[in-house]
């Protein structure tokens, strides 16, 4: 049912880089629509990441970034840690006439090796 | 602080209807939109439906669409979705999140999310 297809699943040592792609069309991330990302930490709710493409909300550490090119986006986490094990989700919105306002991605679980 | 407090899941039976509210606080709750979305167990997060901050424009996902109906009492700060002719497939946990930007427009990020209600569905 997802329309932005993300990586199920990524991992990296301690301190390593890692980034998920978010890849979606040209009804909603390359219609030029902004791309939201949401970390989910097991069992609690999602939290804002990153709003508009690539920025942070007041609070998120500066190690996870936003971009966006195209028709996919990325999410970038530099200097990975444990507390960053969470799945993640890409967002934005679709302009085709059948289908919802909101897209979600299919998420992508982080593991810290 | 901002507060979501979602209430009205439970264990129902298909076709059954169940009412789920979502009580707001910390914020001025008239000023913003606000959505639904669900996360079926163990699966990805799904956008179910919108309300601008007067009622004035409301969108809702194909998949729920004529099932589903979302609503909001500003002077009782909640928000609320009826939910009709469930089915197994409707199993999630439901949660209310609202946008962060003071305008009529129903779409944003989702700043706060509540901690959800959870809605299973079987016979």
């Known amino acids: 049912q997802s329309v932005l297809t993300q990586p199920p699943s990524v991992s990296g040592a301690p301190g390593q880089r890692v980034t998920i792609s978010c890849t979606g069309s040209s009804s909603n991330i390359g219609a030029g629509f902004v791309v939201h990302w949401y970390q989910q930490l097991p069992g609690t709710a999602p939290k804002l990441l990153i709003y508009?493409?690539?920025n942070r909300p007041s609070g998120v550490p500066g190690r996870f970034s936003g971009s966006k090119s195209g028709t996919s986006a990325s999410l970038a986490i530099t200097g990975l840690q444990a507390e960053d094990e969470a799945d993640y989700y890409c967002?934005?919105?679709?302009?085709?006439?059948?289908?919802?306002?909101?897209?979600f991605g299919t998420g992508t679980k982080v593991s810290v090796l | 602080e901002v507060q979501l407090v979602e209430s009205g899941g439970g264990f129902v039976q298909p076709g059954r209807s169940l009412r789920l509210s979502c009580a707001a606080s910390g914020f001025t709750f008239d000023d913003y939109a606000m959505h639904w979305v669900r996360q079926a167990p163990g699966k990805g997060l799904e956008w179910v439906s919108g309300i601008s901050w007067n009622s004035g424009s409301i969108a809702y996902a194909d998949s729920v669409k004529g099932r589903f109906t979302i609503s909001r009492d500003n002077a009782k700060n909640s928000l609320y979705l009826q939910i009709n002719s469930l089915t197994p497939e409707d199993t999630a946990l439901y949660y209310c999140?609202?946008?962060?930007?003071?305008?009529?427009?129903?779409?944003?990020?989702?700043?706060?999310w509540g901690q959800g209600t959870l809605v299973t569905v079987s016979s």
């Open positions: 999140a609202k946008v962060p930007y003071a305008s009529g427009s129903l779409t944003g990020p989702f700043d706060y």
């Open positions: 967002q934005s919105y679709d302009s085709s006439l059948s289908g919802s306002l909101y897209v």
């Open positions: 508009d493409d690539n």
